[in-house]
């Protein structure tokens, strides 16, 4: 019998529409890892957006608990034709064959905020120059070096430098930005509990053993930590 999902609200199903249309434009192949507790209030859906090399993890709060435990990946364009934001409904596909990132989530707790993390603002300033940066250096290659391994030598050298003072790689806020987990807070409350405009942004670096987070009111970003062993385990089902 097909799972069948219920929303808090249309905006609730709008904003996971959207989050797995990103990911499909990254990947047509994509797949998410969906789990939700027995009788809790909210689906957490896991995803690996390509060539970032981070797990997005985007929280959906729930009107109908779910009746059993829920631990499936699934294909995300088929879980996207599924939404139905009038209804605020969607079915859960058949399961697939996961990719390895499917079995290796983020741990469960003992997250702690790591300090040194920037405003919101500086934040996506940061993103903004990194793109630019990359746009220009690109532009300037004569065309014999107009290559996609040399792209990509460039990409990397921009995108594994630190935001700030933390260790946090910017390919991490590039796709918490590419994922629209960065984008300001509207002034009624989104989903995921964000507060009202005006309050501050609750944006924040977590650590967890061998994991770093970067937290937004629209989802997380996680990724190991640079030289760290990263932990296994499921990141506890909750609102962002």
Known sequence: MTEQLRFADSGEAADLAAFLGRLVHYDRAAAV???????????????????????????????????????????????????????????????????????????????????????????????????????????????????????????????????????LPLRAVHAAQSLGFLRPIRSAVPSGGAPASGAPEPVALLASGGWLRLRTPYGSIAMRRPGGNGGLGALQVRPV
């Open 33 to 167: 890892r969906l789990q939700a507790q027995a009788g809790g209030g909210a689906l957490a859906v896991f995803g690996r957006p390509a060539s970032f090399e981070v797990l997005a993890i985007r929280t959906v709060r729930l009107a109908v608990p779910v009746p059993r435990p829920l631990d499936v990946t699934v294909s995300a364009g088929e879980l996207l034709e599924s939404v139905d934001e009038a209804t605020a409904g969607a079915a859960v596909p058949g399961p697939v064959t996961g990719p390895p990132w499917t079995g290796v989530l983020p741990p469960r707790g003992g997250w702690r905020q790591l300090p040194g993390l920037p405003g919101p603002e500086e934040v996506r300033a940061a993103v903004a120059a990194c793109v630019a940066e990359f746009r220009a250096r690109d532009e300037a290659l004569p065309p014999q070096h107009r290559t996609r391994s040399e792209r990509d030598r460039i990409g990397r050298e921009i995108w594994s430098r630190t935001l700030g003072d933390t260790e």
